[in-house]
């Protein structure tokens, strides 16, 4: 087996699409963020590590980094590729923030990972990996879906604050969380759920070949309970459906309540992912 950087984010694109979606929705990570990254100028800062490990040709396992976020990291075929990739980061690295992969994948990376740097990692979160073809009928909750406008911005940032926080455990800046808005913003791709308030939100993004995710389904602790998060990604959904075969989203296997919503809604489990973080 051997290791391969890439520098050119259309080359890694064109290197790894065919493998990763042969698992599109374990992969919707990567795959979202690699054809992002095919748009990115290669002047901008912090470029990204794109590497593949390839046995005669044929891809076995690739990893995405793009600093300071943590490294994403594909299914293996052969344990060993991910052992190759976490010594090739080390000969330039130390330290990580985390790892975000399919749990055995995320396990061996860390042991390897703490093996050749010293830095331990913990589990920060255990989440499972749903995917959607059709909508399921359900009861809908008052109120309407709507896209944000520029009034949501003060409101919707403070609520992109509060879901990663909540959800995620992390704590990045504001301004971070306005960018987010404001991509969103341009991109139509954030929507909320009013009442006669807004009560819930939720974002679709980061989309592969033939699907796209939804995420930061946020609904403030007051608003919950009335079935708003669920109609509002019922809703989401049906409208991503008219344009792709898949919808994804990630939840947190320790939250059974959002687990069973979803599955009412008509998304099925494929697969579990594991989020490390690194001291």
């Known amino acids: 087996m051997k290791v391969t950087r890439f520098d050119d984010p259309v080359q890694y694109y064109q290197k790894v699409e065919g493998y990763l979606i042969q698992h599109e929705a374990t992969h919707c990570l990567p795959l979202g963020i690699g054809k992002a990254l095919c748009g990115r100028k290669k002047s901008d800062a912090n470029l990204p590590y794109l590497i593949v490990v390839h046995n005669n040709h044929?891809?076995?396992?690739t990893a995405i980094l793009t600093p300071p976020r943590k490294l994403i990291l594909s299914q293996a075929i052969d344990s060993k590729s991910v052992e190759l990739i976490a010594k090739d980061l080390a000969v330039d690295l130390q330290s990580l923030p985390g790892?975000?992969?399919?749990?055995?994948?995320?396990?061996?990376?860390?042991?390897t990972w703490q093996r050749l740097t010293g830095q331990s990692g913990e589990l920060a979160l255990a989440m499972r990996i749903h995917q959607l073809e059709k909508v399921k009928t359900i009861n809908k909750a008052s109120g309407s879906l709507r896209i944000v406008i520029e009034s949501d911005r003060h409101l919707l940032t403070d609520w992109g604050q509060a879901f990663e926080t909540e959800a995620l455990g992390d704590n990045e800046p504001k301004s971070d969380h306005q960018l987010w808005f404001h991509r969103h913003?341009?991109?139509?791709s954030l929507f909320v759920w009013q009442d006669d308030v807004v009560v819930s939100m939720a974002a679709a993004g980061g989309a592969t070949p033939n699907g796209i995710r939804i995420n930061a389904v946020y609904t403030p602790?007051?608003?919950r309970g009335k079935g708003y998060a669920t109609s509002c990604v019922t809703q989401i959904s049906q409208l991503l459906l008219n344009k792709y075969k898949y919808c994804f989203l990630f939840?947190?296997?320790?939250?059974?309540?959002s687990n069973h919503i979803?599955?009412?809604?008509?998304?099925s489990p494929t697969g579990n992912i594991s989020n490390?973080?690194?001291?």
């Open 99 to 111: 790892v975000i992969a399919p749990s055995t994948e995320a396990e061996i990376f860390v042991t």
């Open 276 to 279: 490390y973080s690194f001291d």
């Open 221 to 223: 602790p007051e608003y």
């Open 185 to 188: 913003l341009e991109n139509k």
């Open 251 to 257: 939840t947190d296997l320790a939250n059974s309540a």
């Open 58 to 61: 044929t891809v076995v396992a």
């Open 262 to 267: 979803y599955r009412k809604i008509g998304y």
